[in-house]
Nanobody, 120 residues
């Protein structure tokens, strides 16, 4: 009943910026905590940033100070502003949202992912 779509991935040069979006639609009552995950080829998926329903953010050490997570509840969208990008940031970025639906069940949903490639 819920669909998450990521967008904003692109090929950028080191030092550049991107803004990723994660838009949710469907039978949504509430979007709770949302996380952005990154998975590089041959590497395990890791949590990059998360934001609670109340707007409290946490970041992986590798991105703290460079990335900012935010949300627009009116648009059911969470953003990841990525600045000072490094080659090591190259990955497929996916969002995972804990969502309460109209039947009042709560579970997590994944988007399809968006590719970020940083060239040096």
């Amino acid at each position: 009943q819920v669909h998450l779509v990521e967008s904003g991935g692109d090929l950028v040069q080191a030092g550049g910026s991107l803004r990723l979006s994660c838009a949710a639609s469907g039978s949504i009552v509430r979007i709770n905590t949302v996380g952005w995950f990154g998975q590089a080829p041959g590497k395990q998926r890791e949590l990059v940033a998360q934001i609670t329903g109340g707007g409290s953010a946490k970041y992986a050490d590798s991105v703290r100070g460079r990335f900012t997570i935010s949300r627009d509840n009116a648009k059911n969208t969470v953003y990841l502003q990525m600045s000072s990008l490094k080659a090591e940031d190259t990955a497929v970025y996916s969002c995972n949202a804990i969502i309460t639906t109209t039947d009042y069940s709560t579970r997590s949903f994944w988007g399809q992912g968006t590719q970020v490639t940083v060239s040096s």
